[in-house]
């Protein structure tokens, strides 16, 4: 009796920067105004004349007016605001051609924001950032990685190719998963796949100096499988770029490819179901009878039921039924989706966070909680939490931890603070403040997590633990003279490290050695389970694995800290609460596949292919995530396009954005 429907299409309109002559930088609408400082989704050169063009596709929508405005990203003061006043039609697009009045500063970087207002009404922010350099050779980095992707899908002209890749055999070359600029020319050019572009790629210029540039691509790509049935490909690349001696150096290249699930194909094996190209660790979750399992692949969530042989789509923005009119705003790759629970009957919990591409969010930065009925088929919308951070940073904090609990809890980590938002009564609470990601850890099901007290890892006496399906907190307190801790969880059990304070030692250079006597396993009550210590040996590092603990040893030698050797700790009471596994196969054409294994064999024909629907609601429950900026200094390192990983010390932040070849922001 629900009264249901399909997700609703996308109106947005979408805009394009043009960069030395070419289409670059394309814009998302967002309906909302957004926290500049988070958002790194292109930059811009601005040549010396300041003149700049704008394009707006126009999506079907009567564009009232674009203004732009120039803001200073660290201050957030506004250095220029106008309305363009002439917009041509100019190939299906309107142009813009505009030019800065105000001074800017060389080489610091600007946020620019377009407001697109459209007779309908609806006003939409787009984003990319701004900087005023002088030869930066932008024009000939996009005219290389325009030529490099199209000629790697022609072998006929891929020869040349070659030369720029380091091929090595320090990667296998049997999957189109990950290819990198050390695969092989063979692998590079889709071996014996056969694709076909079937959505351009757009260059987003990531990062742009006077040496170097990187730059993204993200395209769809079709092939055929052995009945002639349509497999759709989602490809994205990552481009490092230098200019040297009047040509370009490719200084770094990666690929990413995800097969998209369509259970119309021939995806039934004996073993399972088989994903395609995917990668190994692939996000899934099943059942404890193994007979149903849900998994996310390529952005879009299914479920497939091996007794009942049914396989549904239950979350995806994308629609491929129409081939030749593939929109690329259901094909944006900036949200993730993340299962929280799996039932017997089919019942799966699950969040989708990030930029919503289409339906009620549609341009909204958020978190969505949503419970698929199987009965009914249908999808029900917990709430939606908005936000104005960018999606690198709300997916970061998401990933780390969100759960909801059987009382409708939904706890997250957000900027350094805990927060429980009750999803029945629609509020929202912070339960701790000031919690550091380097601190912090969460059990495997993510039901129990555990925080040090004290900023300095290496000088903690207070550890939290707390059970987000109970609300139960638990303290640990050092003895005296000692130092405690956290290394994390094996399965839903804590893992702890023991310290006297005099055995924490600091070299001039400010690397710390934490010497531990004893590593302890515990229960959340506090019942030690496992209690590891050796006379006259200390543990200087604890790397947790799945369902094993390698220590590494040493003596103290005429002073000196010295490495003698590893140890393991193996959790012989390790949960195993799925019997569905990741079985590999390969073929000729795609490669190494990934295959859900389930412990009994299904039927191999006949599945049934379903579609969820989403449940109307009069009254949606929405809030907005009043989010604060994190008290403590931390350090954000971007590199290969993205955000990479946040750091508490800044040191270890420089090196790692070195080691990417990134950069590193405060």
């Known amino acids: 009796t629900e009264d249901t429907e399909d997700m609703k299409a996308a109106s947005l309109p979408v805009l394009y920067m043009e960069v ?15 926290n500049a400082s988070t958002l790194r989704e292109s930059i811009t050169p601005l040549g010396t004349t300041k003149e700049l063009t704008v394009l707006v596709d126009t999506k079907g929508n009567d564009i009232s007016s674009v203004t732009y405005e120039v803001s200073d990203i660290s201050t957030g003061e506004t250095l220029e605001n106008a309305r363009i006043k002439t917009l041509e039609t100019e190939d299906k697009k309107l142009r813009a051609d505009f030019k800065l009045q105000s001074s800017i500063l060389m080489n610091r970087e600007y946020s620019l924001k377009f407001t697109v207002e459209t007779e309908e009404g609806t006003t939409a922010y787009y984003y990319t950032r701004l900087v005023q350099r002088t030869g930066t050779n932008v024009g000939t980095y996009l005219e290389f990685v325009q030529n490099f992707y199209e000629q790697s899908l022609d072998k006929s002209a891929a020869q040349n190719l070659s030369t720029y890749l380091e091929s090595d055999n320090t990667v296998t070359n049997s999957s189109f998963t990950s290819v990198n600029i050390h695969s092989s020319l063979d692998q590079v050019t889709w071996g014996n796949l056969q694709p076909k572009i079937v959505k351009k790629a757009t260059p987003q210029i990531k990062e742009l100096n006077e040496t170097t540039a990187s730059i993204s691509m993200e395209y769809l790509l079709s092939a055929q499988e052995e009945d002639d049935k349509t497999e759709y490909y989602q490809v994205q690349e990552f481009y490092r770029l230098r200019y040297s001696n009047s040509q370009v150096m490719l200084l770094d290249f990666e690929r990413n490819t ?29 059942h404890s009878g193994g007979d149903v399992a849900a998994f996310v692949q390529a952005g879009d969530l299914w479920m497939y039921n091996r007794s009942a042989n049914k396989a549904v789509k239950i979350f995806s923005f994308r629609n491929l039924q129409d081939a030749e009119n593939i929109d690329e705003r259901n094909e944006n790759s900036s949200h993730e989706i993340k299962i929280i629970r799996v039932e017997e009957s089919g019942d799966v919990e699950f969040v989708v966070y990030g930029y919503m591409n289409r339906g009620d969010h549609e341009g909204d930065v958020g978190i969505g909680v949503y419970y698929y009925n199987a009965e009914r088929n249908t999808v029900d919308e917990q709430i939606f939490l908005s936000s104005t951070m960018g999606v690198d940073y709300l997916e970061k904090d998401v990933a780390a931890l969100s759960y909801v609990n059987k009382d409708n809890q939904l706890y997250l980590l ?10 029945e009564n629609n509020t929202q609470e912070i339960v701790k403040e000031g919690i550091l990601f380097d601190n912090f850890y969460v059990s495997r099901k993510q039901s129990k997590i555990v925080w040090m007290e004290e900023e300095d890892v290496n000088a903690v006496t207070h550890i939290t633990l707390m059970d987000l399906d109970t609300g139960e907190i638990r303290e640990i307190t050092a003895a005296e003279g000692d130092y405690i801790k956290a290394i994390g969880f094996i399965n839903e059990d804590f893992v702890l490290g023991l310290a006297h304070q005099s055995d924490v030692i600091t070299d001039g250079a400010g690397n710390t050695t934490f010497a531990m006597y004893a590593v302890q ?43 003698t050797g590893v140890d393991h700790i193996m959790n012989n009471q390790q949960e195993n609460d799925t019997s569905v596994e990741i079985y590999l196969t390969v073929s000729e054409r795609k490669g190494t596949q990934v295959i859900l294994e389930f412990p009994r064999a299904g039927k191999t024909k006949n599945l049934l292919n379903m579609s969820a629907k989403f449940v109307k609601k009069e009254n949606p429950h929405q809030l907005e995530l009043s989010i604060l900026p994190q008290e403590s200094e931390m350090y954000y390192v971007y590199a290969k396009g993205g955000l990479s990983e946040v750091y508490t010390s800044v040191s270890e932040a420089i090196q790692d954005a070195d080691a990417q070849a990134g950069v590193v922001l405060n």
């Open 20 to 34: 030395s002559g070419s289409e670059a930088n394309r814009m998302y609408g967002y309906i909302r105004e957004m």
């Open 258 to 286: 995800q097969q998209i699930f369509d259970a119309g194909l021939s995806v039934l094996d004996s073993r399972g179901i088989n994903l395609g190209v995917a990668s190994k660790s692939v996000q899934y979750m099943a």
């Open 414 to 423: 957000m900027e350094g603070r805990l927060y429980r938002i009750d999803l």
């Open 521 to 563: 396993i515990q229960d959340f009550e506090g019942n030690v389970i496992k209690d590891y210590r050796q006379d006259n040996t200390y543990i200087t590092n604890v790397n947790a694995q799945e369902g094993m603990l390698e220590l590494t040893l040493a003596q103290r030698i005429d002073g000196v800290m010295t490495q």
